[in-house]
């Protein structure tokens, strides 16, 4: 696994790409793999390092959720950056803000961070923030998970109050074009990951 990883880098670091935003970075090294996509960490003259997700060709509907929404969350604090998104030879690409780790990466780690009481309500209080400033612009996350929620690159973030809702590839509007609420109907279809979902979403009710 480790030796596909470098030669991805490798190819990366020589690939001569198309769109201008892309030529201009340097490409460092692979961040993570998901289902869709592939995250690298790569490095701007003029922005520093960012997170550059490499998402495959049939995922035009993720690719636009997400560029939708972190266009429109640009004015609030907690959400990634959005510096660039576009098209590169048969995938999109969004380059972004690099964070930390996310929630659940850090409550494996009990040797450097304990949940308590206080980390509790913190969190609590943050992504009611978050979600707030997510519904005022009329989306729904519909992947809310402690993999969502990740952190800044301090070292204490949580006493810098810094945390970051991501991830957008599933997100939907709940208001219709007419600007009235979207029906609560049942689609038969699972939106979000199953562990985390709610109680109508495994029923099959659109999100609303």
């Known amino acids: 696994m480790r030796k596909t990883s470098l030669s991805e880098e490798r190819n990366l670091k020589k690939k001569k790409f198309n769109t201008p935003f892309l030529s201009k970075l340097?490409?460092?090294?692979?961040?993570?793999?998901?289902?869709?996509?592939k995250v690298f960490v790569a490095e701007d003259k003029k922005y520093g390092k960012m997170a550059v997700k490499f998402l495959k060709s049939n995922t035009?509907?993720?690719f636009e959720r997400e560029v939708g929404a972190l266009s429109a969350l640009k004015k609030y604090k907690g959400f990634p950056y959005l510096y660039s998104s576009g098209k590169e030879d048969e995938s999109y690409f969004i380059a972004m803000?690099?964070?930390g780790d996310d929630l659940k990466k850090i409550f494996e780690r009990k040797s450097y961070f304990k949940f308590?009481?206080?980390?509790?309500?913190?969190i609590a209080h943050q992504m009611i923030k978050r979600l707030e400033a997510v519904h005022l612009e009329g989306f729904l996350h519909c992947d809310l998970k402690p993999e969502n929620i990740m952190m800044d690159r301090s070292k204490d973030p949580f006493k810098k109050n810094h945390l970051y809702l991501v991830d957008f590839g599933l997100s939907c509007k709940w208001a219709q074009p007419n600007g009235e609420h979207i029906p609560f109907a049942k689609t038969g279809e699972l939106i979000g990951t199953l562990n985390f979902c709610s109680v109508n979403a495994?029923?099959?009710?659109?999100l609303s």
């Open 26 to 37: 340097n490409f460092i090294r692979k961040l993570n793999r998901g289902a869709f996509s």
């Open 202 to 206: 495994m029923m099959g009710f659109q």
């Open 97 to 99: 803000s690099l964070l």
């Open 60 to 62: 035009l509907n993720i």
């Open 116 to 122: 308590n009481q206080k980390t509790i309500v913190h």
